[in-house]
Nanobody, 124 residues
Framework: QVQLAESGGGSVQAGGSLRLSCAAS????????MAWIRQSSGKERETVAA???????AYVDSVKGRFTISKDSAENTLYLQMTSLKPEDTGMYYC??????????????????WGQGTQVTVSS
């Protein structure tokens, strides 16, 4: 059974940085994709960054150049380094995963497994 556990959220002022982590367990295949999905109050759920098992990454336009997704395969951990944070980055950030290669990695329906989420709050 795939399990995902996020950590690293918190409160930060605009312009600051945070790094989110997601500890993953239960994957058995070689192909997979993982993502960070944001749910902000009053907004639709949005996949902000995703990465496939081949290392290819994708980002929503609003975070390009500011966020970096990476994975440590040895530690089975997914990261999201967030810099130059803005108030509009505020939201609950979920780690999500699929046991197959994602051809549409920025579509949230690509993911079968979700963590409990970690809150990020950016104040102006």
């Amino acid at each position: 059974q795939v399990q995902l556990a996020e950590s690293g959220g918190g409160s930060v002022q605009a312009g600051g940085s945070l790094r989110l982590s997601c500890a993953a367990s239960g994957f058995t295949g070689r192909n997979y994709c993982m993502a960070w999905i944001r749910q902000s109050s009053g907004k639709e759920r949005e996949t902000v960054a995703a990465i496939n098992s081949d290392g290819s990454a994708a980002y929503v336009d609003s975070v390009k150049g500011r966020f970096t997704i990476s994975k440590d395969s040895a530690e089975n951990t997914l990261y999201l380094q967030m810099t130059s944070l803005k108030p509009e980055d505020t939201g609950m950030y979920y780690c999500a995963a699929s046991g197959r290669f994602c051809y549409m990695p920025l579509q949230s329906y690509s993911y079968d497994y979700w963590g409990q989420g970690t809150q990020v709050t950016v104040s102006s």
